[in-house]
Every structure is written in C-alpha cells, then in structure tokens.
C-alpha cells in the first residue's frame, strides 16, 4: 500500500505540489498507548494512518479524558497539524490505540500546497466538517441522551470495532471515554448485567444480548 | 456598506469569480425571532450579516435549546449553506436575536466559486475552523466546569453584548442558552444574589459585582 493510492485526492494535484509533499513525507511507527499529539507539543504534522487506530480526545485539568473520534487505516488527521489554520483555538490528544504505522506530512508543506490548490482546501474543508460533525454528535448525546443509552451505544460500538462481545475494558476505562466517573458507570453496568444485556468480570465486559442494547440505543 | 467591503477576500476573487457571487447576490431583512434556517429547511445559502445579530443553537426532540455561537455585523454563517459541505451532518438553527440585514450568497454559486478558487476555499476552511473553535470550548464548558462558572461567564458575555449591566432575561431563557433547567439557573441566580453579585427582579438580572463574577470565571 503506497502513499500516493491511500492520499485521496493526489491525482488532482499538480507534479510540482505532488513532488513537494513526496519530498517532505516520511514514516512513523508507534506501540500501543503512544501519545503522537498533545496540546503543549509542536505542530507536528499531517498524519495519514496506514495500519493500526488512532484516538483524538480532550483532557481536563484535572485529568478526566473524552473521546471525541477514532481514526483507522486511511483515515488523515488534521488536528495533529492545527497550526495550520489559525483559527483553531483548541488542544487535541492523538494517541496510538493499537500498534500503528503512519505516514506525516509536515505542516509547512501541507500548508504551501493547500495555499495554492483549490482540490486540496476543498478536500481539508471535507475533512474537517466531517470532524466537526462527530463532535457535534458528541455535544448531543453529552446534552439530550441519558447515560444509559450512550453507554448502550459505546459498547455496541466497542464490540463492532474489537469484532467480539467480550470487551476488555474497566469501568475506569468506559467512565472515561463517556466523560463520566466510574461510579457512574459501574452502577450502570450493573444495572445492564441485572436486565441480562451484559455479563461482568474483572477488566471485563461481555455483551450477552445485544439486541436489549441496541433497543436502548433507539 | 457595500458587499465587496463587508466579504474578506473579495479583491482576491477573479473578476469572473466576483461577477458570479454578485449576480446571485441577494438582500434580506428580517425583523428579531426570525428563524432564518433550520435542519428541516432547504439549503438556504450563506448569510453575510450585514447589521443586527444572529445567533446559531441546536434543539433536542423535546425544545430545548443551547446557544452554539452568534454573528455579528461582518460575520458570515456558513452552516444555513451546509448542503455545500456534504461531510456536515448535523442541524443548526439560525435566528435573529435583532432585526437584521443580510446579505444571501446562493448555495451553488459559492460551491461553484470555491470549487476553483483556493483562496475562498481556505477562506471557508478558517470560517469553519473558527466556529469548530466555538464548539468546542462549548464542549468543554459543559464536561468540565461546573455550571456556577458557565453561569458567571454567560452573564459577563451578555453585559458586554448588550453594553449593559442590566439584563433583560428570564430564567428560563438563560436555562435554554446554557442547556440546563430553569429550577438549576434559579438556584444558582438566587446564591448569587446572596452572595451580592447579582440582582434579580422580574425578567431582569443586574449585574452589581463584575469583578466577583470574573473572578468565578477564572
């Protein structure tokens, strides 16, 4: 798999700009729990996932995390570059969740060609819409949805990415992804496993009847 | 104020590019509470306010409401035109807070303009990058802080808005803004105004203590 077939648009761009962003290019391969992008660092760059998965979130003072999108084989990161558009005002963790291999463009580089090429601001406009529309998907579920059903729609969600019902994950672990503390969340876990949706063990979380879940999740 | 001023990159369109945007240029004025644009709505075009006050919320099945961002004199909203974008999927409700004038750029022709165009689609890039900015500091009002700051923080805003410290809200419509229950805002408004930071009559709140409200929202 090159980088000229996973990059979206290339052929819409011209040679030179093509030549530019191959000269500027080079590869990254980071273990599991890699922190690639956080507020206080540089502007990295533009990653470009090539095997492996990538989480955004944002982080309290105190601590407390919030998944805010995932990233997968293919998918470009545009917030590890936000240097790029000054109007971004806001800090992003990118972390490695698995193994991952990924190709950076450097800020500089992606910012000159962007500057010149329509195809291209018009495909980081995409981009960042289709960010803009998980996190305002977020917003809603954080402001309408009970916890009971965004809880539903995490594990269902987990299950599908993992391809297993049997989840590896603490409470501490889900209470943060939901913004949430863990107490919440282990009484809600068990109120799950009382209506026989989930079994629980230690670091565990098996869905035992996903259709329950997904009626909640409606 | 004509429109070639009031839109920013106006001298750095081509001349064939800036006869299209102006052919299909049209003028509106609504008088306040108008809603100008709702997710069930066409795709209405982009607004480019021209006096007056816009403000963008997002409603949950049940009517309630929060206050996104709002737009003011030379701002443009981009989301009454999200059909440009198809990645955006999500609904905004855009209303007059004022009577207001505007300027419509239809939805096709600035898609056909930045389709060819890079400095308007770099342009949109930090339009969207900015209210993205908003959404998420909106985000992280609403899992971090804790409502007593949101609260201070909104009634600073609304004073500097309004130039007044005299403030014409009930508490419900303030609820609705910062997405919580009337009885909450309440609470909280009358701990205020013990503690002399505030004070309330009927469909009024007075600002009495800034600098104690700036301080809480530190």
Sequence with gaps: MSFE??????DRLTPGQQDRIRSGLFSRTVPKGTVLHSGSMDCTGLFLVRSGQLRACILSEGGRQITIYR??????CLFSAS???????????IQAERDTALWVIPAETYQSVMAES?????YTNELMASRFSDVMWLLEQILWRSLD??????????AAIEGTAELKLTH?????????????????????????????ARGT?????????RVLNE
Tied chains: 1, 2.
């Excluded at 990233?71 to 470009?76: A, H, P, Q, S």
């Excluded at 809600?188 to 496993?193: D, G, P, S």
Aim: glycine share 4%.
């Design 71 to 76: 990233l997968f084989e293919r998918d470009i």
């Design 83 to 93: 240097c790029i558009l000054r109007s971004i005002q806001f800090d992003v963790t």
């Design 172 to 200: 501490e672990t889900i209470a943060n992804h939901l913004g949430t503390h863990r107490e919440v969340i282990t009484r809600m876990l068990r109120y799950f496993q009382n209506e026989g949706m989930v079994k629980l």
């Design 5 to 10: 077939t996973c990059f979206p648009i290339w």
């Design 205 to 213: 979380v098996t869905i035992r009847n996903g259709a329950a879940l």
């Design 118 to 122: 329509a195809p291209l601001a018009n």
């Design 149 to 158: 059903r965004r809880l539903a729609s995490f594990l269902l969600e987990e």
